[in-house]
């Protein structure tokens, strides 16, 4: 727990768009703080897509996505903006003056004055096989959908399902950890890596593994914790057998997250705002890029570009309704600066 | 000027909607889905990433092969049938004429 940062507006989620509502707040004199649950600022740009190009940037005929988010640093670098990445925002309160204070996944703590949701796709989560009762066994009562720490299986009996990188890369490590390891895959090939599926195969053939293919879990057991599942053949075959936890691993989707939960108005699954200056249905919070919904809206980042400038208007209203603003170009003002 | 092609989606067993669809304007399966008020996320946009636009193909015209991408997001998924493929992937051409689809259950 480190002290609380204290800034004009926070922004949740480093993608491009949150970054340039950097720029635009910066033209106001006002402070930002960035908070991503990636390591590393650009959001998908730069997790999911560096190296593709993009056609539509105004003023850029062709523009890698990983350039893009490069300038974007360079552009907003005069308002020196504070970051907190790796960690999502979780907690979320108003508070009677009406700033508001917002709490990370690892305690950290940000009072601001205002807040714009820039989060894009929403926070990347492990994707759930439909297996009836799930949810029975999470929250350390046997299911893990990631693994955060392997100790926490040294010695136990383990099964894990799935047949992606993750799921080959975690059967091979645990190998070594648990005191006995299963593999479910669906399927009779990996696509992964070649190189992890060799050697779960060959772990299996020492059988220092068990490799069950063609099956799926399909039954969980046990009575508040996990004691046994039940693996189905593609044939129809059923065997259950005895294990400490059930590993998943089916990759990550995109989910809302925590975004959903703090009282603003949600629509398909994003947040609903007003175009005038792109508020949500919580004065003070305002909601910019793919995660907000219009009539109209159009998923691109210029139209997320244009959403940063209004709603640094709305915020300026907000946190100074007396001030009277007034819009100067950047071409009088000179070099942008704090 | 091409002329307009058809889809059929099959919305339960022996029931299939026909929906007509251009091919003049680039469109992908998942985004004529979508366009027809199916309930789909498609959240990452068509670049294979999120899986939110998995269908069976049933039946109708053989596909040009899926690329790498679309077969590593469908490697990932719990549940995957023989014609299983990633909607935004599917260019709709005069060649898709006739395709059936049926949606794959949200999540899987």
Redesign the interface.
Known sequence: MSTPISTDICIIGAGPVGLFAVFEAGLLKLRCHVVDALPQPGG?LSE??PKKPIYDIPGFPEILAGDLVDNLMKQIEPFQPTFTLGERVEQFQKLDDGSFQLFTTDGSEIHCKAVAIAGG??SFEP????VENLEQFEGGRGVHYMVRDPEHFRDKKIVI????DSALDWTNFLANVASDVTLVH??TT???AADSAEKVKTLAEAGKIKLVLNS?VTHLHGNGMLKEVTITGNDGQAETVPLDCFI?L??L??KLGPIGEWGLEIEN?AVKVDTVDYSTSLPGVFAIGDINTYPGKL?LILCGFHEAALMCQGAFKYIFPDKKYTLKYTTVNGAPSM | MQEDIRIYVEEAPGQRREIMAPTDMGLSLMELLKASGYDI?A???G?A????CHVEVLAGPALPEPEDAE???L??????HLGSRLSCQIRLTPRTDGLVVRLA?T??
Not at chain 1, 127 to 130: C, T, Y
Not at chain 2, 49 to 52: K, S, V, Y
Not at chain 2, 75 to 80: D, F, I, N, Y
């Open positions: 998908q999911i897509y796709l929403g994707r759930k096989p439909a399902a799935g047949g992606g669906r399927g990996f696509r992964g799926n998943p089916f990759g989707t995109p699954d998923k | 996320m959240t990452c946009g670049m990433l999120c899986a939110t077969l590593d997001m490697e990932t998924l719990p549940v995957v259950p999540g899987a």
